[in-house]
């Protein structure tokens, strides 16, 4: 029977999203996994969301709406009102594939040791047209030192497995906005393994409001403090400084001799940093770090 599977509880916050709730509500509505209950929490929207979610007639949906209280909150909230074995994150402006959830709870049964799986995706645009997809080569878990490089992980894709995980330790910081979710990566790591499937599961919308375009500077700071606090915290200042010019190469713009001399700054103070980094897998970010800046620097020059 379908309720004999594990209840997954899936978190949408919604915030003036009528131009696509629709399309994210349908795509999790219609997932093959059926036992669900999906949060859809409408933080303040002055727009046509509302009454859009309340033309459902899902009685998995469990519909909240109150006052603006921020994105933040939005997710705690969601995560106090589930009851799921599992926890899902969605996005109102984002798509499921069919299979998505029930991919993500095979490969979480499949794996003990990893307690939050994400998937991989592909970058739809304003109009939904595909631009890429981004997906690991192999399902896997992330090692701490990747965080270093930046986020390899889409947030909304995340599942928490709770059979493994107490609500505790997924709460979203609120020191940390604009990078919260990073932040919870940089700390969930240090109590389970975070896992990568290498399959396309989900639509994520690239648009004009999205936070990172809007916010992408502020972000890459906020996200910094979240590697000095959570990864690297008996850091000295100096180390602090090439710890922040590595990550800011994500969606950054530091130089190349910059960024080298940050890398063996870094690199030479590795395990003193953190005991579980790796050099194997620090030495090869950093060689395709080095080796993409030194091919755009070529490519700018030749368009000069």
């Known amino acids: ?19 696509y709730i629709k399309l994210a509500l349908d795509s999790i509505c219609t997932q093959s996994y059926r036992n669900l209950e999906i949060i859809v929490i409408d933080d303040g929207s002055t727009d046509q969301s509302k009454k859009i979610i309340e033309n459902y007639n899902d009685e998995r949906i469990r519909f909240f709406s109150r006052e603006n209280l921020g994105l933040i909150s ?20 984002d798509v499921c594939l069919h299979d998505r959830l029930n991919r993500q709870i095979d490969f979480l049964r499949s794996n003990d ?3 939050v799986a994400f998937t991989g995706i592909e970058l739809l645009d304003e109009t939904g047209n595909i631009m890429r ?11 701490p030192v990747e965080l270093l490089f930046g986020c390899p992980l889409c947030h909304p894709t995340a599942m928490f497995d709770m059979t493994k995980l107490n609500k505790n330790d997924i709460y979203y910081d ?3 906005h604009l990078a919260e979710d990073f932040e919870l990566w940089t700390r969930l790591i240090s109590k389970t393994k975070i896992g990568l499937l290498n399959e396309v599961l989900f639509g994520y919308r690239i648009h004009s409001n999205s936070i990172t375009s809007q916010n992408g500077n502020k972000q890459r700071k906020v996200a910094s403090q979240a590697i000095y606090r959570n990864l690297a915290p008996k850091s000295s200042k100096a180390v602090l400084s090439s710890l922040g010019v590595v990550y800011n190469n994500h969606l950054g713009n530091e130089s190349l001799y910059k960024t080298t001399l940050s890398l063996l700054h870094v690199g030479s103070n590795l395990k003193s940093l953190n005991g579980s980094f790796s050099y194997r897998k620090y030495l090869s970010k950093s060689y395709y770090l080095l080796r993409n800046k030194i091919r755009s620097s070529k490519h700018s020059s030749l368009r000069s």
């Open 133 to 143: 997809s981004k997906v690991s080569k192999k399902a896997r878990s992330i090692e």
């Open 174 to 176: 609120a020191d940390y």
């Open 74 to 93: 939005t997710l705690n909230e969601g995560i106090d009102r589930s009851t799921g074995d599992y926890i899902a994150r969605m996005d109102a402006d």
């Open 113 to 115: 040791q990893i307690g």
């Open 1 to 19: 029977m379908e309720n004999a599977k594990p209840l997954v509880s899936v978190i949408i916050p919604v915030f003036n999203a009528q131009r």
